[in-house]
């Protein structure tokens, strides 16, 4: 996958740079794209698992079900920005990348993606009630990655929205050059993979749809040299994920929802029709 972006990326440069260009003026109706990288925060979330369809074990008489609830678990962002200087891994750290379209100077619709990490803290103190096995508690445990459970959105927490995009601007230049605050309330659906060890089992699960996401992104878009611009922005997103997959035994799933605040840097390419 991270080959199919590098080549997606470098058609739209290499088609951009030949395609006849006019004045920041002119250029109304574009189409654009941009790539970047983005750091995120996350609050603490309640986390369900439940399966009650365990195969059954011989040896020990009981089966694979458990029905627990984790309480206010802390959980942290993956930047893996040491990544960046190899080119070939440019997909592995918290990546960013939209495609837009400009009706006007002042308004656009975009597809929105963020490849952020979520990753629960592993060895934190949290309450956990429920039950595993017929085992009935309501107590503090360790979250000890080993034998209990270690729980992570991290190829990755995948937020997919499709935003609406208001553009104000602040300054224009003479020259090809101008300043805007934009603003992008969406909303879309959430991608993730999710790797869980519990109970000492670990499984890195396929994609799947697990959940919805909405959301409000707004910052500074700086314009340039006819077709390139900056964007700085921070946002701000409440993630549900109503159903993610635990383990391949079973009907394990999970759920959780959290708020998240983002910042966020891409830089763009415009391109297409003009006025």
């Known amino acids: 996958m991270r080959y199919f972006y590098l080549l997606f990326i470098f058609s739209l440069t290499f088609f951009t740079g030949f395609s006849q260009t006019d004045s920041l003026k002119k250029k109304k109706k574009q189409f654009y794209v941009t790539w970047g990288y983005t750091r995120a925060k996350y609050s603490k979330s309640t986390i369900h698992f439940k399966n009650h369809s365990g195969k059954f074990n011989d040896y020990t008489g ?12 802390v959980a942290e962002d993956r930047p893996d920005f040491e990544k960046i200087k190899d080119v070939i891994n440019i997909t592995v750290p918290q990546y960013v990348f939209r495609i837009g379209y400009i009706f006007n100077s002042k308004w656009g619709i975009e597809l929105n993606y963020d490849h952020t990490k979520y990753v629960v803290t592993d060895w934190q103190n949290v309450h956990v009630k429920g039950m595993v096995n017929n085992n009935y508690f309501d107590q503090d445990t360790i979250l000890n990655p080993t034998n209990f459970l270690h729980f992570e959105h991290t190829d990755g927490a995948n937020f997919w929205m499709i935003n609406l995009v208001r553009k104000v601007s602040l300054f224009k230049a003479k020259k090809n050059f101008e300043a805007s605050w934009v603003l992008k309330p969406g909303a879309g659906v959430v991608i993730p993979r999710t790797d869980v060890t519990l109970f000492g089992e670990r ?3 396929n994609w799947r749809v697990a959940g919805w996401i909405v959301g409000v992104e707004s910052g500074l878009r700086m314009e340039f040299f006819k077709n390139g611009f900056f964007e700085f922005v921070g946002k701000g997103s409440f993630a549900d994920y109503t159903n993610c997959l635990v383990l391949a035994k079973g009907n394990g799933k999970a759920n959780h929802y959290f708020y998240t605040g983002q910042l966020t840097a891409t830089l763009g390419l415009k391109f297409g029709s003009k006025k």
């Open 62 to 73: 009981k089966t694979d079900n458990y029905d627990f609830t984790i309480y206010n678990a």
């Open 203 to 205: 499984l890195n699960n």
